[in-house]
Nanobody, 127 residues
């Protein structure tokens, strides 16, 4: 099992940047593909970005491509989401998620496939 804790959320003006971190417990972090999702009240959880176990082949939602960067440091058991050029529509609770994968290059973009989730961190972008 793995426990996930997100940090780094907050209030930022449009055009600004934030970096979210997701720290994972356990010794097998490198066995998990990781993803970031976001959710606003009354809406389903939305895919943002995903990264494979090895860090290769990150994948992004069209809405954030070119503005957000997902990365991971397996030595620190941490996955990051660097968010730049933030827009008011990026306002949401952001969640990181983990799922074990045999493949070192597989990325997972569907929320229902993930079986471990953090508690979420609020990101608010003011106009």
């Amino acid at each position: 099992q793995v426990q996930l804790v997100e940090t780094g959320g907050g209030l930022v003006q449009a055009g600004g940047s934030l970096r979210l971190s997701c720290a994972a417990s356990g010794r097998t972090f490198s066995s998990y593909a990781m993803g970031w999702f976001r959710q606003t009240p009354g809406k389903e959880r939305e895919f943002v970005a995903a990264i494979s176990r090895s860090g290769r082949g990150p994948f992004y939602a069209d809405s954030v491509s070119g503005r957000f960067t997902i990365s991971r440091d397996n030595a620190k058991n941490t996955v990051y989401l660097q968010m730049s050029s933030l827009k008011p529509e990026d306002t949401a609770v952001y969640y990181c998620a983990a799922v074990a994968r045999d493949s070192s290059i597989a990325v997972v973009t569907t929320a229902r496939t993930y079986n471990y989730w953090g508690q979420g961190t609020q990101v608010t972008v003011s106009s």
